[in-house]
């Protein structure tokens, strides 16, 4: 498995193996020992799979807070997605800052998102699949989120936003600058 910090190295991009042969592939997507050698919990406590129809669906920014604040592990078995974490940790010297990487059925990678940050991503084919496995389970009064084009972000999701998709939940959400201290580093 390859491992890449990226330039908020708590969050991590990791390219597992996959062994090709005429019959098509086989993948280790998770395994415990591995995962924990390069940082990641090995308690995940759900698995999350979301489809999502059309290219330009953007689902996010989203964290959860509290007792069960979620680190997701990211992966895209079907198309692709512009995945994006934004630390949220209060004292951080990456406080408000953002990373991106694409995710897809073609490259195979995956993106660890640790607690304290949020999380989104914007779909770039349509008939794309996500699935993710978290460390905490879905907790509705534990939800939070923030506005997906906050200018203080400033995030350059890669579809216009008059082709974006979003739900009516996710174009209501607050400003980072709006929001409380969830997380602290």
Not at 74 to 79: N, W
Request: charged residues 20%; hydrophobic residues 45%; contains cysteine.
């Amino acid at each position: 498995m390859i491992v890449e910090r990226l330039a908020i190295p708590d969050v991590l991009l990791l390219t597992p193996p996959r062994f090709l042969d005429a019959r098509g592939f086989f993948s280790e997507t998770w395994n415990a020992t591995r995962f924990a050698d390069a940082g990641i919990p090995s308690l995940f406590v759900q698995d999350n799979h979301a489809l999502s129809r059309d290219r330009g669906v953007l689902r996010g920014l989203h964290c959860q807070i509290g007792a069960n604040a979620q680190g997701k592990l990211v992966r895209v078995p079907r198309g692709a997605v512009w995945d994006v974490a934004v630390d949220v940790r209060r004292g951080s010297p990456s406080y408000g800052r953002h990373v991106g990487a694409v995710l897809s059925a073609e490259n195979w990678q995956q993106l660890w998102v640790p607690v304290g940050f949020l999380h989104g991503y914007c779909t770039l084919q349509p008939d794309t699949e996500v699935i993710y496995k978290v460390t905490a389970p879905y907790d509705k009064p534990a939800e939070r989120g923030v506005i997906w084009n906050d200018p203080a972000l400033a995030i350059p999701w890669p579809v216009p936003p008059a082709e974006m998709l979003l739900s009516d939940k996710d174009l209501v959400l607050p400003c980072l600058a709006d929001c409380p201290d969830w997380f602290s580093a």
